[in-house]
């Protein structure tokens, strides 16, 4: 599996961006997906996660309510809506996939075994 994210860049706190991830592959709508973030001089972290079917989703505490995350599988893209953009979001934003229908919050990396190229993301206040 290839993932390529895109749809970073420079934007305003308060303000939003999207994120997009695309992944190549036929069996793309059997994996879950997640997006993850690293911030300078700080170890990446979990930001959401999304089964396999888009039914069930996952946040980190410090996004809830602002980013949603959501899927195509007929377009084989992963995408993450960012609303109400604070500093403390700046990070390079990477997306990955796990090769079973549910991401495991219980593993490293919640069990994500493909990862993409980074996107950066900047929020200036």
């Known amino acids: 599996v290839q993932l390529q994210a895109s749809g970073g860049g420079l934007v305003q706190a308060g303000g939003s961006l999207r994120l997009s991830c695309a992944a190549s592959?036929?069996?793309?709508?059997?994996?879950?997906m997640g997006w993850f973030r690293q911030a300078p001089g700080k170890e990446r972290e979990f930001v959401a996660a999304i089964s396999w079917s888009g039914g069930s989703t996952d946040y980190a505490d410090s996004v809830k309510g602002r980013f949603t995350i959501s899927r195509d599988n007929a377009k084989n893209t992963v995408s993450l809506q960012m609303n109400s953009l604070k500093p403390e979001d700046t990070a390079v934003y990477y997306c990955?996939?796990?090769?079973?229908?549910?991401?495991?919050?219980?593993?490293?990396?919640?069990?994500?075994?493909?990862w993409g190229k980074g996107t950066l993301v900047t929020v200036s206040s």
């Open positions: 990955a996939a796990r090769m079973e229908m549910y991401a495991d919050p219980t593993l490293k990396d919640y069990g994500m075994h493909y």
């Open positions: 592959g036929r069996t793309f709508s059997r994996y879950a």
